[in-house]
Antibody, heavy 121, light 110 residues
Framework: QVQVVQSGAEVKEPGSSVRLFCRAS????????FNWVRQAPGQGLEWVGRVVPVLDLGEYAQKFRGRVTIKADKSMTTASMELTGLTSEDAAVYYC??????????????WGQGTLVTVSS | QSVLTQPPSVSGAPGQTVTISCAGS????????IHWYQQLPRTAPKLLISDNNNRPSGVPGRFSVSKSGTSASLAISGLLAEDEGRYYCQSYDSSLSGSVFGGGTNLTVL
């Protein structure tokens, strides 16, 4: 079955950048998109953006444009998200979620375990 | 403030049926599919059900969805203690050009 595994927890200083990774296995992902969704402590889910590997296309929530870059490698099984200019408001668990269709409205079928990002001086 | 509006909490006794609503607009639920996710305590969200009651394997038929215009609902029948957690609706919004979530609803099984 499909599994999504994310990189480990990060501790970053305010103003710095963080890069997170996720890897999908157990299927073929030529018709998939990798999304990043974050959840601040005690809060709900917030979509950050996605990459469609077969199109090499990144799409981002308005709130994060200019500050986030989401990429996939040529194998189309690994994605990364880089977020710059970190503030305390970026402290959250970041989830990688795989859409099993290229359509922007497709469901988030598979989720990673989450990566905790702490922002602290 | 979330684009999709859900009640903060619902509750029900074991065996009962509860419904969680999700209100949106013509740029999201009114035009695109809606998906529901379950997040149990201290775990990652998981896909629960989509439009047309499309459920991943392993999700019981006690979970069902309906949609009308710009609103949708998730119904959970035969409530079990293991259903306790947080539920989110999600759709795509053409005005924002991105996915949007509801604020989440905490389900308590009494």
């Amino acid at each position: 079955q499909v599994q999504v595994v994310q990189s480990g927890a990060e501790v970053k200083e305010p103003g710095s950048s963080v890069r997170l990774f996720c890897r999908a296995s157990g299927g073929t992902f030529s018709s998939s998109a990798f999304n990043w969704v974050r959840q601040a402590p005690g809060q709900g889910l917030e979509w950050v953006g996605r990459v469609v590997p077969v199109l090499d296309l990144g799409e981002y929530a308005q709130k994060f444009r200019g500050r986030v870059t989401i990429k996939a490698d040529k194998s189309m099984t690994t994605a990364s998200m880089e977020l710059t200019g970190l503030t305390s408001e970026d402290a959250a668990v970041y989830y990688c979620a795989l859409q099993d269709d290229l359509e922007p409205a497709a469901r988030f079928a598979f989720w990673g375990q989450g990566t905790l990002v702490t922002v602290s001086s | 403030q979330s684009v999709l509006t859900q009640p903060p909490s619902v509750s029900g006794a074991p065996g009962q049926t509860v419904t969680i609503s999700c209100a949106g607009s013509w740029s999201n639920i009114g035009a695109y599919g809606i998906h529901w996710y379950q997040q149990l305590p201290r775990t990652a969200p998981k896909l629960l059900i989509s439009d047309n009651n499309n459920r991943p394997s392993g999700v019981p038929g006690r979970f069902s969805v309906s949609k009308s215009g710009t609103s949708a609902s998730l119904a959970i029948s035969g409530l079990l203690a293991e259903d306790e957690g947080r539920y989110y609706c999600q759709s795509y919004d053409s005005s924002l050009s991105g996915s949007v979530f509801g604020g989440g609803t905490n389900l308590t099984v009494l």
